[in-house]
């Protein structure tokens, strides 16, 4: 036989070795490290830093360096600061204080008044953003980092004073070095990563923490550290992970889930504990601001600092499944594209981006003009922070008729578009332009409803059950039912803690107070084992006005287990005056009297303005029999805020109890002129009595009855004193008239008898 001839060339073997080695390179990292080895599983994923990133995103990474995440918060120094500190004073034209910033030993520093209102020296330890202003964090005791009240202005390069613009002395919750500006509580959760508060409620100090000072890629995606050991790996030798072994799903998901990801920042909010950065249901970390007053106006459009996620919940927008980033680039924050160009990837520029649709032209009177932007009627903003211009993420339709009737702004109105115009101009021309037809809106209801209007109580259950209508708006319209404590609401309250979206089961549960106990027991106890820990803490909490005992044996378990979530998400927050309250009403559910003062005098001290905190002191007390100080507190509250009715009519109460009829008169008077409350205009009737008025007690009888026609109280209180003053034809007329409105009324008919006997 012929030996069998190699005619391979010396380069064919090299290269068939080579080839060999790269085919066997997995192999052979298996035989070394084994097959395709997942990280462990028992060890959770930890921070790795945006850096780590970079070598296999570098598109993602160069987008993100010059984002206002990446630029949330730095260490002070040359590349950071961007305020001058030439040894340069600015003088607050509100509070006329100096101060001086400069520096030393190539640190930087600020004098101004300090927490004793003298003036002192502070380093200045870090920035805090970029554009289109720079705040100053300066290091206290105790861990604090206060933010200077005083900004630098990045495009007028000048230093300026932000708002509030109220003087305050130090000691005040917002002095510059007071908690309302302790960046621990106020801010460092949403401007860096992986942020633990480390706050202690006993000594009142912080040890926070985080993993990267900005917010960098892991805010967003969840700790990478499984996803790094995945990606070292050879391609050929990675196993099929979960999402990459990434915690968090960013691809792939539904528009609720990525608006998720982006909420528990851009939002006004209550936070239950730090933020994991895991997936999850978004009442496990924080519960939204509904549209209340203060934050909202009745009609939903932004009033104080909203950070656009409950403006965009209200929108057409996200009912339609438009998400965040359909505008915004991810990783810049910057908007896909310019002008309308963002608006026409969704709507036909033919019918929209047209003069027969804005009736504005992008020139006028020879100079450009805005007014055929879109974001100009749909997205009108407000200023924030003195200079910080945020559109309004509700994306309405202008309505200037809304403002005629609950005085609400109008895109029309806006400065430097209509404002030289008046009301009735307006309305005029948009009637001219889209005619004479307006959808209802739900704002009309809710400024009812604040008022508590009786006649806003069936359009409030209207809107909390009508299912078409964005979550918000019907859990707003639900928590406003508080109000209402009538059949007609408990059963719409009812119906909300079994609805499927976990924002209406929550405020349902808060709207139940005013349940009698087996309601509660038989309504709220199925709620102690809701999927959502939110709502589960809020029924325990509400349950916990009731003895332990009148719970299933079955169900307390369950109730202390959220009970004590409730208490620990209050006294993570318990450095902010309304978890101090929480927590009071928690003591006072129990029967801990002492815990309960303790909490509400904690409550008032972090911020002397929180006025309820000092009511429910003021109604502890009372039931202490300690009426002097519950007085003294509700005069200060009114001193404060004198449009607080309730707060009168507590007074007033509390001053009748005491028999300063007098002065009750003065406090139950203002409350019945104020708010549309039978039991206040009854009670001043019998003040009005005692300090023999039967005139104007006839005429406070006959106000109650007619807000609240079953009142049997004061039904009985006015035929009383008709039949007292002999005048038996008033009082047969009252029965008649109520056996009209109510032919049902025994009390009536029992008159009726009487007079006819």
Not at 139 to 151: D, H, T
Not at 322 to 342: I, P
Not at 591 to 610: C, G, L, M, N
Not at 666 to 687: I, K, P, T, W
């Amino acid at each position: 036989m012929t030996p069998a001839t190699d005619n391979t060339k010396p380069w064919e073997r090299a290269a068939l070795f080579a080839a060999g080695i790269i085919l066997a390179s997995p192999l052979l990292y298996l035989l070394v490290f084994g097959p395709g080895t997942p990280p462990p599983k028992d060890r959770p994923a930890a921070f790795v830093g945006s850096e780590k990133c970079r070598k296999c995103h570098e598109t993602e990474y160069k987008k993100w360096l010059g984002s206002d995440h990446r630029l949330a918060m730095a260490e002070a120094g040359e590349d950071t600061v961007l305020g001058d500190f030439g040894n340069v004073s600015f003088t607050d034209p509100y509070s006329h204080v100096t101060s001086r910033f400069f520096r030393k030993d190539g640190k930087y520093y600020v004098e101004t008044e300090g927490p004793d209102g003298k003036p002192g020296q502070f380093r200045i330890a870090y920035t805090f953003g970029a554009r289109p202003l720079q705040q100053y964090l300066v290091p206290f005791p105790g861990g604090r980092l206060q933010c200077l009240n005083i900004a630098w202005d990045v495009d007028k390069k000048t230093w300026y004073r932000l708002p509030p613009y109220d003087v305050v002395p130090p000691g005040d919750w917002l002095h510059w070095t007071g908690g309302g500006q302790t960046w621990n509580a106020m801010c460092a959760e949403c401007h860096s990563t992986n942020v633990t508060k480390g706050y202690d409620p006993e000594t009142g100090d912080y040890q926070t923490t985080w993993s990267e000072i900005t917010v960098g890629c892991e805010a967003c995606h969840g700790p990478g550290s499984k996803h790094l050991a995945w990606a070292d790996l050879p391609p050929l030798a990675r196993s099929r992970t979960d999402n990459f072994g990434l915690t968090v799903r960013t691809g792939n998901v539904t528009a609720d889930e990525q608006i998720r990801l982006c909420a528990p920042c851009h939002s006004r909010r209550f936070q239950l504990g730090d933020n994991r950065h895991v997936q999850g249901e978004l009442l496990d970390l924080m519960v939204p601001e509904l549209l209340n007053e203060g934050v909202y106006y009745p009609d939903g459009q932004i009033l104080a600092e909203d950070y656009v996620y409950g403006s965009f919940a209200q929108s057409k927008m996200h009912q339609r499944g438009v998400r965040c980033s359909d505008c915004h680039d991810v990783h810049s924050g910057k908007l896909h594209k310019e002008g309308n160009a963002v608006c026409t990837q969704c709507h036909r520029a033919a019918v929209y981006d047209t003069k027969e649709h804005h009736f504005h032209k992008d020139v006028y009177e020879g100079k450009p003009s805005d007014g055929h932007l879109c974001v100009k009627c749909h997205m009108p903003g407000r200023y924030y922070m003195g200079i910080d211009y945020r559109p309004d993420h509700s994306l309405r339709v202008p309505r200037p008729d809304l403002s005629a009737r609950i005085d609400t702004p109008n895109a029309c109105m806006a400065k430097g578009c209509h404002a030289d115009k008046s009301l009735a101009w307006n309305i005029d021309a948009c009637t001219k332009w889209y005619g004479e037809t307006r959808k209802p809106q739900y704002g009309t209801v809710f400024a009812a409803g604040r008022a508590r209007k009786p006649e806003a109580e069936a359009d409030l259950i209207r809107l909390a059950g009508d299912p078409l209508l964005p979550t918000i708006v019907r859990a707003t319209a639900l928590g406003l039912l508080r109000a209402y404590p009538n059949p007609a609401s408990h059963d719409c309250l009812a119906k909300g803690l079994d609805d499927p979206d976990a924002l209406i089961r929550y405020t349902a549960i808060r709207s139940l107070e005013y349940f009698d106990p087996e309601t509660r027991l038989r309504r709220i106890a199925p709620k102690l084992y809701d999927p959502v820990k939110a709502v589960r803490m809020e029924a325990a909490m509400m349950l916990s006005a009731l003895p332990e005992d009148r719970l299933r044996p079955d169900d307390r378990e369950a109730f202390r287990q959220a009970l004590g979530d409730y208490r620990q998400a209050m006294r993570y927050n318990a450095d902010l005056a309304p978890e101090r309250y929480n927590l009071g009403n928690l003591a006072a559910n129990l029967h801990d009297v002492p815990t309960a003062i303790r909490e509400y005098e904690k409550a008032i001290a972090i911020d002397s303005q929180f006025y309820p905190a000092q009511v429910n002191l003021a109604m502890l007390l009372n039931g202490q029999g300690k009426n002097k100080e519950a007085e003294r507190l509700l005069k200060e509250v009114l001193l404060q805020h004198p449009e607080l009715y309730e707060v009168s009519y507590s007074l007033g109460l509390l001053l009748a109890e005491m028999g300063k009829y007098k002065e009750a008169e003065h406090y139950l008077e203002r409350a019945a002129m104020g708010m549309d409350y039978g039991r206040a205009s009854y009670n001043l009737g019998q003040v009005l009595l005692v300090l023999r008025e039967p005139t104007r007690a006839e005429r406070a009888f006959s106000r109650a009855l007619e807000l609240t026609p079953g009142d049997r109280q004061a039904f009985a209180a006015l035929a009383g004193l008709y039949l007292r003053t002999g005048r038996t034809d008033k009082a047969r007329e009252l029965a008649e008239r109520l056996l009209r409105l109510a032919p049902d009324h025994q009390e009536a008919r029992q008159l009726l008898r009487r007079l006819e006997n």
